[in-house]
């Protein structure tokens, strides 16, 4: 089975910072690909930070330089530091994993309930 579990989300201030983690129970599964998406109210959800098994990573236009995505493996969790917070930037931040089946090259996806993060002006 393939659980997700987000955690750090909260209230700051502009400018502030907040680092988002995501730990994966994914036993007998490889862990692919594992991404920070967020969704702000009457707006679509977008991929905020992706980082794949062999480091590369994609940003968000808006969040370049300002975010940063990392992972250890050995933990089996991503983590997600966010600084120069934005009004903007406010929304549920979900957790995503893309896994295989050990010895498979079949994929699947597992999202986390989300965390909300507020910025406030």
């Known amino acids: 089975q393939v659980q997700l579990l987000e955690s750090g989300g909260g209230l700051v201030q502009a400018g502030g910072s907040l680092r988002l983690s995501c730990v994966a129970s994914?036993?007998?599964?490889?862990?692919?690909?594992m991404g920070w998406y967020r969704q702000a109210p009457g707006k679509q959800r977008e991929l905020v930070a992706r980082i794949r098994s062999g480091g590369t990573t994609n940003y968000l236009d808006s969040v370049k330089g300002r975010f940063t995505i990392s992972r250890d493996n050995a933990k089996n969790t991503v983590y997600l530091q966010m600084s120069s917070l934005k009004p903007e930037d406010t929304a549920v931040y979900y957790c995503?994993?893309?896994?295989?089946?050990?010895?498979?090259?079949?994929?699947?996806?597992?999202w986390g309930q989300g965390t909300q993060v507020t910025v406030s002006s």
């Open positions: 995503n994993a893309e896994v295989s089946r050990t010895w498979t090259e079949t994929n699947y996806n597992y």
């Open positions: 994914a036993s007998g599964f490889t862990i692919n690909t």
